[in-house]
Structure formats: structure tokens, C-alpha cells
């Protein structure tokens, strides 16, 4: 596709579940980024995957955050015992080897209840 | 380890005006890039403008530019003739250099609004 998406755009969860969220970068791109964004706060980064590096891991807040990501493609980011504090929204960036610019998608708002 | 710090939650100015958003940032890294991201009621993060730390020179893009102050960790952002469609929450970012690849640090976002 054109550029990054993601999905859901929203997702309503009940405190104690687990959500899964897509990411599908731009075609080509080696990098892709996870960042949480809280209401009217800057993104805070959660996990990059970058070619077949192991994946810099060291935003995850909790043990009931994971991500994978299947070769150069989509990355699904999984939550788990969803809390209320996990309401934000997740967004997802991809880059290239040959530019230093990330090109966001739109982002999921997850809102826990 | 890098932070990022704006100091204006929000700001205003009239159409066509020229406003500046400030940022300041620190790192330990010796080659690092900094960002301005702009970011519209769409949630849609879109790239402003970036610096590359080791050109002296400020980076311009049309309307927008930079007054990157290395010494003073300084890198302020320059509207000039405003319009409508400037209005949203702006970031600061810093990234680590010496590659393409890694995580943005990003500052607490600046709201901008625009007067007709």
C-alpha cells in the first residue's frame, strides 16, 4: 500500500482481556516501530524491529507486552490482562535503509474499560 | 540516553504570523538527528523537518525552519506566514545517529492554534 496502516483504528476492551493489534508497514521498509501515545502526551517508544536484528525490546513496560513480526511485513503487538493504564494510542512506524525519516500509520486508539 | 523538553503546552498565533516552538534536548551521543513532527486532529504524525547534528547550517523547508543551537542543546522551530492548516499538536524528536534505524525520543508535544 500507499502508506503505513493499521488495525483497528479503535478498539473498546474490558480490563482483564488480551487485544492484538496490526501494524502493516510500507512495502520494502526494513524498520518497524511501535510507540504508545497517552491523551495530549508525546509518544513514548515500545519496540523497534529492524531486518533480522533481534528486536530492541527495551520499551516494553510490563511482561503483558509482546510483538512479533513476520519477516519484512505486518507486526502484530499483543497486550495482555489488559489494565486501564494501557489506554492509549498505539502507534506504528516503518523506515527504509536508505532514508532517516518514519512514516507513521494512523494509530489504534485501545481504551480499557 | 536522550530527553527531549518543550516547554510550551500550547501556543497561538494570527494567520499569516510567524510564531517559533521551542526544544530542547539532551544526549550523550556524539552524532545524533533531530525532528520536528507535526501532528493534526487525524492523529496522523507527518514529518516537518529534520537536522542532522553534525551540519551547521539550519534546515529549511518552505516555511518552516530551524535554529539549531548545538552548545545550548537548542533547536527551535519557525513558522513563518502561518496559515489554517499549520494548527495541531507539534513534537520535538531526537534519534541516535550513526545508522538509519532506531527508536525517536520525543518531548511533550506543543499545541498550536491559528487565528484567522
Known amino acids: 500500500g500507499a502508506g503505513v496502516s493499521q488495525s483497528p483504528s479503535n478498539k473498546v476492551t474490558e480490563k482483564g482481556k488480551d487485544v492484538e493489534l496490526r501494524c502493516d508497514p510500507i512495502?520494502?521498509?526494513?524498520?518497524l516501530y511501535w510507540y504508545r501515545q497517552r491523551l495530549g502526551q508525546g509518544l513514548e517508544f515500545l519496540i523497534y524491529f529492524q531486518g533480522n536484528s533481534a528486536p530492541d525490546k527495551s520499551g516494553l513496560p510490563s511482561d503483558r507486552f509482546s510483538a512479533e513480526r513476520t519477516g519484512e511485513s505486518v507486526s502484530t503487538l499483543t497486550i495482555q490482562r489488559t489494565q486501564q493504564e494501557d489506554s492509549a494510542v498505539y502507534l506504528c512506524a516503518s523506515s527504509s535503509d536508505y532514508y532517516n525519516e518514519q512514516f507513521f500509520g494512523p494509530g489504534t486508539r485501545l481504551t480499557v474499560l | 540516553a536522550q530527553t527531549v523538553t518543550q516547554s510550551q503546552p500550547e501556543m497561538s498565533v494570527q494567520e499569516a504570523e510567524t510564531v517559533t516552538l521551542s526544544c530542547t534536548y539532551d544526549t550523550s551521543e556524539s552524532d545524533y538527528y533531530l525532528f520536528w513532527y507535526k501532528q493534526p486532529p487525524s492523529r496522523q504524525m507527518i514529518l516537518v523537518i529534520r537536522?542532522?547534528?553534525?551540519?551547521?547550517q539550519n534546515a529549511t523547508e518552505n516555511r518552516f525552519s530551524v535554529n539549531f543551537q548545538k552548545a545550548a542543546k537548542s533547536f527551535s522551530l519557525k513558522i513563518s506566514d502561518s496559515q489554517l492548516g499549520d494548527a495541531a499538536m507539534y513534537f520535538c524528536a531526537s534519534r541516535a545517529g550513526g545508522t538509519s534505524y532506531g527508536k525517536l525520543t520525543f518531548g511533550q508535544g506543543t499545541i498550536l492554534t491559528v487565528h484567522p
Open positions: 537536522q542532522e547534528a553534525y551540519k551547521q
Open positions: 512495502s520494502g521498509h526494513t524498520a
